[in-house]
């Protein structure tokens, strides 16, 4: 009886988890993510949401020339800057990525 019941809950189980990835990658299609804006959601922690300027050292992000920020992205990564936040940060993506980064911040409002 119990493993008749174990493979009920199972099936239910399983049943629930495909119904919630099939409506996961509805939502997904419908309001796609970049990997850029979902990679960005990590400077945020430091220097305010949406990029926006916090009180603080830090500086805000939204809307930095997308140039400048990647030339600065680019320093950090390679230690020609010196952070240790930045610089670990930034040796986590490829130079596209951290291009898309930029370009992404850039288009955000200050």
């Not at 495909?18 to 409506?23: E, F, M, Q």
């Not at 796609?32 to 220097?47: G, K």
């Not at 320093?75 to 490829?94: C, D, L, V, W």
């Amino acid at each position: 009886m119990k493993i008749k019941q174990l493979s009920q809950v199972a099936a239910l189980t399983l049943a629930a988890s495909v119904s919630s990835v099939a409506v996961a990658n509805e939502s997904q299609s419908a309001n796609p993510i970049s990997m850029a804006e979902l990679a960005s959601t990590t400077c945020f922690q430091c220097h305010g949401a949406e990029g926006q300027y916090m009180k603080g050292t830090i500086p805000g992000l939204a809307g930095y020339p997308a140039d400048v920020m990647y030339q600065q992205l680019i320093a950090f990564k390679t230690g020609e800057r010196p952070n240790t936040i930045m610089q670990r940060h930034a040796k986590g993506y490829s130079d596209a990525e951290l291009k898309a980064i930029a370009d992404y911040l850039a288009t955000l409002k200050p």
